[in-house]
């Protein structure tokens, strides 16, 4: 009898800590205070804080460097190399960026921090989990059936290159972080594997929402618009730089109201969802692509930023 008590309160406190923890999961950024690290090397009057201990396929992480007199740092992972930013001129950030093809396992970070007088390194493995991926078939209709074509894609992938190979160095966004952009439904998550006709697999690059056709979409965080125009997957679509190489997308659009080179603040309308490009209904495409990386946009709007 005692065990039965213990169990049935031992599930009801499980069930409360779940409920809790699912109130704080709301993928809306808000302004708080930087976490704890999980991980911290020191060397030589500087420290190395980790604000995770492993990365996934398609994850991004935040390292952060402090300490006196420092006047820049890069870190090598996976052969790039990306330098720090600073906001305030005392913590400088790095975001490190796994690509969703990454084979798990372990790799070698490095990072490099110039001082006024010297230059000290950190080296740290770093593992790399499997994040699951799954598979899933698209019918497409008969009159975009053409959009299956992986040389398309493979032209639309250039093209997005080229829009997102130059980017503002500092930080565009503000105190109000990142967002998501529509409050419809989640629908097709980041990452999956998607046979299109039962006859090629291509990879979803961004996460889906049932938004329907002329449902406004915000822009996910402050930035400058660096695409508005159309492309032949996407559809309508636009890409705002976020600064650090950070930059967000929106697809199959029915509407756009924003311009190439415009500003915005987080949360803005830039258009209007849709059915454009290569879509089979209406609903929303959006992506987070870090230096040429493309993320899992959801575990994105987790990651804690400075503001
Ligand atoms: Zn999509």
């Known amino acids: 009898m005692r065990v039965q008590i213990v169990l049935v309160l031992l599930i009801a406190s499980l069930l409360a800590v779940n409920a809790s923890a699912q109130s704080d999961l709301s993928p809306t950024f808000q302004p708080a205070p930087r976490p704890l690290p999980a991980y911290v090397q020191f060397n030589n009057g500087l420290r190395l804080d980790y604000y995770f201990s492993a990365l996934m396929q398609g994850g991004s992480g935040l390292l952060r460097i402090s300490g006196a007199d420092i006047a820049g740092a890069q870190y090598t992972f996976r052969g790039a190399r990306q330098p720090f930013f600073t906001r305030d001129g005392v913590d ?35 593992r790399i989990d499997a994040a699951g991926f799954i598979t899933q078939n698209l019918v497409l209709p008969p009159d975009r059936r053409r959009l299956a074509d992986a040389r398309i894609e493979a032209e639309e992938f250039a093209r997005l290159a080229e829009i997102t190979a130059g ?3 500092e930080p565009l966004w503000d105190e109000t972080g990142f967002a998501l952009p529509s409050d419809h439904a989640l629908a097709t998550p980041f990452g999956v594997f998607r046979r299109m006709n039962g006859e ?56 756009i109201e924003v311009e190439v080179g415009q500003r915005i603040a987080g949360g803005q309308v830039i258009g209007s969802s849709g059915n454009t490009g290569r879509s089979s209904g209406a609903h929303l495409h959006w992506e987070i692509v870090g230096r040429g990386i493309w993320l899992d946009g959801l575990a994105f709007l987790d990651l804690w930023l400075p503001a």
């Open 200 to 255: 090629r697999d291509t990879r979803h690059t961004g996460w889906d929402q049932n938004a329907p056709a002329g449902a406004p979409i915000h822009a996910l965080a402050a930035g400058q618009v660096v695409f508005a125009g159309s492309l032949e997957i996407r559809g309508h679509a636009v890409f705002i730089d976020h600064g650090i190489g950070i930059f967000s997308g929106y697809a199959h659009l029915s509407d």
């Open 92 to 126: 400088w950030y790095a975001l490190v960026a796994v690509d969703m093809n990454a084979r798990p396992g372990s790799y070698g970070l490095a990072v490099q921090v110039e001082r006024a007088s010297d230059r000290l390194s950190f080296t740290r493995e770093l």
């Open 167 to 169: 980017y503002t160095a």
